[in-house]
């Protein structure tokens, strides 16, 4: 046997593999980086809650929430696929909206694109109300100076720090508060949250979710929140590759806590844009609805 030659083999056979294993892991990564940014980024996914408590009024009950969140409009988030969100809202026939902040990824900027989408947002369809907070894209990049009437403009009524009721037509009612942005904007936990009644159901919108460490000494029962992205970025059976402040804790769906002598559930919305890279992977955007339900146990 000629032991140089099968030397030789040994040796194209090992550079056989390196070169099979590099191309394999180049077009893997290939494939991942185009799944990320041209697939999953753009897909929108519904998540579908139950939220069953006692203090929800019969007449709320199978009632629809929606909320939607931090959509970043700008060069990576188009108007087209804005008219496609609000088309598919509207397919849910939510009776209420909420928008847990961070509309335009630079309000200063895209001044043309921002005017035609608020003619978008206007057709959102809700009839028990549309509500919206700030987030820290809509404090940051001049939007402190117009995002409030932008938004009302566009039909939705916008919480700082203060509290509203939603009426069902015989005036039976449930409460929906809304915080300043806790980055960029002046929250006010205690005067604003420290006249909601125990018996009510009492539901926050707050862009930040880690918040809700602050929360839990008030009777609220729903905290809805975005800003984390989902991570954005996540690896699979690890979590996010980075988490944002004040979005350490608290990344993706629903987490229940222990609220002022009832559950406090905190739900925190991955969001629908992207911001610094237009990436998403293991963290689809979303829709979050929440049917209500009165548990008279």
């Avoid at 987030?135 to 919480?159: I, P, Q």
């Avoid at 690890?238 to 609220?259: C, D, F, N, Q, R």
């Amino acid at each position: 046997m000629n032991t140089n030659h099968v030397k030789e083999e040994q040796k194209k056979s090992i550079v056989n593999i390196s070169i099979i294993s590099f191309i394999s892991i180049v077009m893997i990564s290939i494939s991942l980086y185009f799944y990320a940014t041209e697939i999953e980024r753009k897909l929108v996914t519904v998540t579908w809650n139950e939220i069953e408590a006692s203090t929800i009024p019969k007449e709320f009950h199978n009632k629809k929430i929606l909320q939607f969140s931090d959509v970043h409009l700008g060069p990576e988030f188009t108007l087209k696929q804005l008219e496609n969100l609000v088309e598919k809202m509207n397919a849910l026939r939510p009776d209420v909206v909420v928008f847990t902040g961070d509309l335009i990824d630079k309000f200063g900027s895209y001044k043309a694109e921002r005017e035609e989408a608020k003619g978008i947002l206007q057709k959102i369809h809700a009839p028990l109300g549309k509500y919206a907070v700030f987030g820290n894209h809509d404090r940051g990049g001049g939007g402190s100076l117009f995002y409030k009437k932008y938004m009302e403009e566009a039909g939705f009524t916008v919480l700082v720090n203060e509290v509203q009721k939603i009426k069902a037509e015989n005036g039976k009612y449930i409460t929906i508060s809304g915080l300043d942005d806790f980055l960029l904007g002046k929250p006010q936990i205690d005067s604003t949250l420290k006249h909601v009644r125990q018996e009510d159901f009492n539901m926050l919108l707050v862009h930040e979710p880690d918040v809700v460490d602050k929360v839990t000494r008030y009777p609220v029962d729903l905290q809805l929140s975005g800003h984390s992205h989902g991570g954005q970025v996540q690896i699979p059976f690890i979590g996010p590759l980075i988490t944002t402040k004040l979005a350490e804790s608290h990344v993706e769906g629903m987490y229940e806590l222990e609220g002022k002598n009832k559950p406090l559930y905190l739900y925190v919305n991955r969001g629908i844009g992207t911001t610094r890279m237009p990436v998403r992977f293991w963290s689809v955007p979303e829709l979050s609805v929440f049917v209500l339900k009165q548990n008279s146990n």
